[in-house]
Nanobody, 126 residues
């Protein structure tokens, strides 16, 4: 069992930056692909970014390419999402997730992930 805890969300003006963290406990993250997903009010959960267990494979949603960056440190059991040039449409609850059986082809599939955090709110004002 893996417990995930997100932090770093908050209120920021458009054009600003936030760095989300996802800290894991219970098991080492070294064997898990990690993903970030967002859910805005009234919308379905959407893929944002993901990174394979080794860091060799990284995938971003088109909407965040060039603005967001995902990274991980398996020794610290932590994954980060650096969010730059934020836009009001980035406003959502952001969730991190861990998956043990995810291939590079399935990094964006939320149903492939096994464990989820509680989420952290990101609000971008215009």
């Amino acid at each position: 069992q893996v417990q995930l805890a997100e932090s770093g969300g908050g209120l920021v003006q458009a054009g600003g930056s936030l760095r989300l963290s996802c800290a894991a406990s219970g098991r080492t993250l070294g064997h898990y692909a990690m993903g970030w997903f967002q859910q805005a009010p009234g919308k379905e959960r959407e893929f944002v970014a993901a990174i394979s267990w080794s860091g060799a494979n990284i995938l971003y949603a088109d909407s965040v390419k060039g603005r967001f960056s995902i990274s991980r440190d398996n020794a610290k059991n932590t994954v980060w999402l650096q969010m730059n040039r934020l836009k009001p449409e980035d406003t959502a609850v952001y969730y991190c997730a861990a998956g043990a059986r995810i291939s590079p082809a399935t990094l964006a599939r939320d149903h492939e992930y096994d464990f989820w955090g509680q989420g952290t709110q990101v609000t971008v004002s215009s």
